[in-house]
């Protein structure tokens, strides 16, 4: 047992470096226009390698280790819009972050406006993007490139205004811009209320890492949404623990906090989730 523990240890961690890239590799595309191109590639490829290995087929084999020099080349070309966003994210993570200062300031803003929509009933969406680029979602809508505020948000949303209709994106704490039109999730859903503006906060957080907070119309309540999963109704004090649980690592967010645990806090990663980094 132990020799051959010895022998294949480094089998083991090469497996487990190998599993960590393909997955980072994965999240980092997985939102982006070339993700099924790379998806659709790489199974083709998985499945071609074990016939050929399987039924010793030479010419298929040979084949596929002449054209993988060809094919890493066209992936490079495929990709090459969304390697140069990766790279750009790379290098501006946590320095240009906005600071925890600014960013606790933002999401009391946020919080207020949200649960002054819900007082009003005025329904809502917000996307909050985190490490994957929302732009192709901003592109649907109306840049707007401007300050958050309450009275944004209500103006945005109020009904019958021009661009109430849609989704708005928040990036770092600025609104990048309205009436963006996400994706609808394709799920079926349990509860057969659940209407297009939920389905909405569902489909683009299953396509990307963003956080989806709606208001309903229809009660007011307010629902927060990551990873696909809709948590709908939160009291506001629920609402105001669960966004200071995704981006300030539970920190409270009514509570003041001293300035020098916030500066510390710039050189930590919260716990669980990232913190909203720009683009
Ligand atoms: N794909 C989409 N992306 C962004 N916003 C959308 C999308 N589809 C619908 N919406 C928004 O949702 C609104 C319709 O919401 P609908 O009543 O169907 O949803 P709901 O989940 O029942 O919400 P509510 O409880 O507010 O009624 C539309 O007016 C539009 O603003």
Redesign the pocket.
């Known amino acids: 047992m132990w020799p051959e523990i010895q022998k294949h240890w480094r089998d083991g961690i090469e497996i487990l470096v190998l599993a960590v890239c393909i997955y980072q590799i994965y999240r980092a595309f997985r939102a982006t226009r070339g993700a099924q191109i790379l998806v659709g590639l790489g199974t083709i490829l998985v499945v071609l390698t074990l016939v050929s290995q399987v039924f010793r087929f030479e010419v298929i084999w040979w084949l596929i280790t002449r054209a993988s020099a060809i094919l890493a080349f066209a992936l490079i070309v495929i990709f090459q819009p969304e390697l140069r966003d990766a790279l750009a994210r790379l290098g501006s993570k946590r320095i240009f972050s906005f600071s925890s200062r600014r960013r606790l300031a933002f999401l009391e803003r946020f919080a207020d406006s949200v649960i002054a929509l819900s007082k009003k009933r005025i329904?809502a969406?917000f996307a909050i993007q985190r490490d994957i680029s929302l732009k192709k979602f901003l592109e649907t809508g109306v840049v707007l490139d401007a300050q958050f505020s309450p009275e944004m948000a209500t103006a945005v949303f109020y009904p019958k205004a021009p661009l109430?209709?849609?989704?708005m994106i928040i990036a770092d704490d600025r609104v990048a811009g309205a009436a963006?039109?996400?994706?609808?999730t394709q799920r079926e859903m349990r509860d057969r209320?659940?209407?297009?503006?939920?389905?909405?906060a569902i489909?683009l957080t299953e396509e990307t890492d963003a956080v989806a907070v709606?208001?309903?119309?229809?009660?007011g309540?307010i629902s927060i949404c990551v990873d696909g999963r809709l948590e709908r109704n939160l009291t506001e004090k629920q609402f105001r623990d669960r966004l200071a649980d995704i981006f300030i690592a539970g920190k409270s967010l009514t509570e003041p906090e001293d300035d020098e645990e916030l500066d510390r806090e710039d050189t930590v990663t919260p716990s669980r989730d990232r913190d909203m980094v720009s683009d």
Do not use: N
């Not at 109430?164 to 989704?167: C, E, I, K, L, S």
């Open positions: 329904g969406l109430h209709d849609g989704g963006c039109v996400f994706p609808v209320s659940t209407g297009l503006r939920h389905r909405a489909g709606v208001v309903s119309e229809e009660t309540g």
